[in-house]
């Protein structure tokens, strides 16, 4: 069934008028007609089923009928990403999303190839990645912040207990799996370095926090998508909803 991300309230009988660009996908491209089901979430209401009410050229109009699965989420795990290219930071927010990560907090560092990116794009992608995983939720994707900036916050408490998982390419560190196994159900954050890695600077500061839990993954160097998808992978195996 046809899963859609909506920002209204659900409830039984609840009408929902769907964008344009939602109407247009299920009118033009799936062709559905009045009568047809589709399923709806909010990330607050679980799922619903939902039927079409009215087409018209603009505008789809849904009715939701009954709720299909209650609201869930997920473990507390944040994903910290030093802005890439674009492709790349595109799949490691798509892959986040699938892998069931809550937030994508993309940051600045000293060898950061980019300094912006469009983060309307990238809430597009999780909205869609949200979409076709079935999860009852979408990863918020925040807009950038330079490293020390989030590490300042993160040292004067801002984070709660949250672990900062640092996965460091230099390799000296414990394997995921060894690093995380004793951290199972509290919150977590992910953080993985640009192209060029982590200046020195940056790595003797994060080695040294108290709040950062070092830790390797593996003995080859791994683009930073690659480690994105790796490190959620194994942190869920670990510690997540995968056990």
């Known amino acids: 069934m046809i899963r859609l991300h909506v920002p209204h309230d659900l409830s039984a009988d609840a009408p929902l008028e769907l964008d344009e660009g939602q109407s247009r996908y299920l009118a033009a491209v799936m062709r559905l007609s009045v009568g047809d089901a589709v399923a709806v979430f909010n990330g607050r209401d679980g799922e619903w089923r939902a039927v079409v009410e009215a087409v018209g050229k603009r505008a789809v109009r849904l009715r939701a009928e009954a709720l299909a699965r209650p609201q869930a989420h997920g473990p507390d795990l944040d994903l910290v990403v030093a802005l890439v290219k674009r492709a790349r930071l595109e799949t490691i927010v798509e892959k986040a999303a699938e892998l069931g990560a ?4 993309p940051v600045i560092t ?38 020390d900036r989030l590490l300042a916050g993160w040292a ?39 192209e060029g890695g982590f200046s020195p600077r940056e790595r003797e500061g994060l080695r ?3 709040f950062t839990t070092p830790a390797t993954l593996g003995p080859r160097i791994l683009r930073a998508d690659t480690a994105a998808i790796t490190a959620l992978a194994l942190w869920q195996a670990a510690a997540g909803d995968w056990r």
């Open 110 to 147: 000293e060898r950061t190839n980019a300094d912006h990116t469009r983060v309307d794009r990238l809430r597009a992608i999780a909205v869609e990645a949200s979409e076709q995983t079935g999860r009852l939720d979408v990863p918020q994707v925040a807009d950038p912040v330079k490293l």
């Open 156 to 194: 004067s408490g801002d984070e709660g207990g949250r672990r900062l998982l640092f996965c460091d390419e230099a390799g000296d560190a414990r394997p995921v799996l060894e690093a995380v196994a004793e951290g199972a159900g509290q919150p977590w954050a992910v953080l993985i370095g640009p």
């Open 102 to 105: 809550r937030r994508v907090r």
């Open 208 to 210: 040294a926090a108290p």
